[in-house]
T-cell receptor
Framework: ETGVTQTPRHLVMGMTNKKSLKCEQHLGHNAMYWYKQSAKKPLELMFVYSLEERVENNSVPSRFSPECPNSSHLFLHLHTLQPEDSALYLC?????????????FGPGTRLTVL | RKEVEQDPGPFNVPEGATVAFNCTYSNSASQSFFWYRQDCRKEPKLLMSVYSSGNEDGRFTAQLNRASQYISLLIRDSKLSDSATYLCVASTDSWGKLQFGAGTQVVVTP
């Protein structure tokens, strides 16, 4: 399935590096999300965008910076990360961002911070 | 306290058997509920929404108990392909802010 794609699929970076994660959805949806999934922990919502406007910033440290240039693309810019930021980062999209909307997830980027 | 709590399992289930498990949610204002399925090293995918009256989708039955604030999932006639982690999800916010449980692992054995 290629409804929501993410690149890269794997990323290893040092604490001083700057990198970006990319997400693209081909479903014509208006809402996009970033989640973090650490081992044995629940998915944590990081950011929500609706019609390219950020509507939720779930107390995420400033070393994570989202960007939504249009309703099909979502980026997560990373800088000066910590080893505890190593996790699977999942992007999702939904039709309108409503509470009953199904969210469709991308395959994720597995991030390792050394 | 976690917003959504699940028994992590694993639930080891013989092929063809029935398995059921619950999750509890802490926010009584939660309005929408879902079960997602996540295979090993894959992304979560919606299994089914959970409606107040309970609902069934093939071999899967979901129930909601608002009084006790829990959701259940029952899988009948388990298949090997049902082996996965099942994520319980509650939504309170109108912006689709989903609260995920950590998941219940189900292992179906031949």
């Amino acid at each position: 399935e290629t409804g929501v794609t993410q690149t890269p699929r794997h990323l290893v970076m040092g604490m001083t590096n700057k990198k970006s994660l990319k997400c693209e959805q081909h479903l014509g949806h208006n809402a996009m999300y970033w989640y973090k999934q650490s081992a044995k922990k629940p998915l944590e919502l990081m950011f929500v965008y609706s019609l390219e406007e950020r509507v939720e910033n779930n107390s995420v440290p400033s070393r994570f910076s989202p960007e939504c240039p249009n309703s099909s693309h979502l980026f997560l810019h990373l800088h000066t990360l910590q080893p505890e930021d190593s996790a699977l980062y999942l992007c999702a999209s939904s039709q309108e961002g409503g509470a009953t909307d199904t969210q469709y997830f991308g395959p994720g980027t597995r991030l390792t911070v050394l | 306290r976690k917003e959504v709590e699940q028994d992590p399992g694993p639930f080891n289930v013989p092929e063809g058997a029935t398995v059921a498990f619950n999750c509890t949610y802490s926010n009584s204002a939660s309005q929408s509920f879902f079960w997602y399925r996540q295979d090993c090293r894959k992304e979560p995918k919606l299994l089914m929404s959970v409606y107040s009256s309970g609902n069934e989708d093939g071999r899967f039955t979901a129930q909601l108990n608002r009084a006790s604030q829990y959701i259940s999932l029952l899988i009948r006639d388990s298949k090997l392909s049902d082996s996965a982690t099942y994520l319980c999800v509650a939504s309170t916010d109108s912006w689709g802010k989903l609260q995920f449980g950590a998941g219940t692992q189900v292992v179906v054995t031949p």
